[in-house]
């Protein structure tokens, strides 16, 4: 049995202010979404294409306003509060600022035990719970003491890891949650958090908009842009990359170890206006800044369909970017 499912969720916000009536962000736009049991779903997307709210979602901060949330084959009320339903389903949420997310003037320890003080816990027995949560992620047992100002942002990151893992979660949604520290410690943070999924049996849903983090800590991957799911991996297949033109634009901008193929390496660089989440484009959401867009492109918007044995894709020309790529920077017609 699946995890949780997300079944046509959309989530829009109006705006007040733009003409009669106000504007909608479509925030995110009938996204259908499982997550298995002992997976990491990793979620990826340029800021602004929806994926932070559909990680709310997913935990149980943000109603939808329409679709369903299925957890574990039961459908998740909407008469609750945001908030009661990730209590109830299980589900923890670590945020890009760990330093915003704990209390500035409450001691660490204080901001670890807080799930174990909803669950009526004993005060002797919180103190070691915390501890051992502290051991959990490399943080030495003297900063149950010392204020979140105290600590480095790679220590107040693990802090926050501490405390999401402190009431035993079903999934982490874990947003950003490594992008705001330096190369150094993302890599510390990254592998820590693997450990920690291997030993504690935690499910994740790894959202970034660093491909390259995305691609080391997930099973399987969804690529966003401008609300809606443009590629989705069914089964990690490290042979088979990912094929959508915005997807594989993503992971142009990565570097590449190797010196002498990175000097030779062309990165695709995107053009084009940018479109709004209040002001979607017609057709293909991406076909205003596409290198390969045609005519039927901002004509039609694709449907996500099967493109390989452990692929979807929303896309009219997959696997044809390299060929009209390379046309379209000679001067062919594609």
Known sequence: MALLR????????RLRGRGRGGG???AVDEVDLTINEGEVLGIVGESGCGKTTLGRVIVGLQRPTSGDVIVRGERRSLRQRPGANARADGFQMVYQDAAGSLNPWKRIGWSI??????EGMRKPRMRERVLELLDQVGLPDSLIDQYPGELSGGQQQRAAIARALAG???LIVLDEAVSSLDMSTQAQVLN???DLAERHSVNYVFISHDIAAVDFMSDRVAVMYLGRIV???DAHDRRSPLVHPYSITLRSAVPVPDPVLERRRKRIVLTGPVASATDLPSGCRFHTRCPIAQPLCADSEPELVRASATSRVACHFTGEFDDRYAAS???GSG
Not at 6 to 13: P, T, Y
Not at 113 to 118: D, K, S
Request: hydrophobic share 40%.
């Open 6 to 13: 997300l079944e046509g969720v959309s989530v829009h916000f």
């Open 24 to 26: 909608v962000v479509r």
């Open 113 to 118: 035990a807080e799930p174990l003080r909803n």
């Open 168 to 170: 035993r979660p079903r």
């Open 192 to 194: 820590l958090l693997k």
């Open 231 to 233: 590629e989705l991996e």
């Open 329 to 331: 920077r000679t001067g």
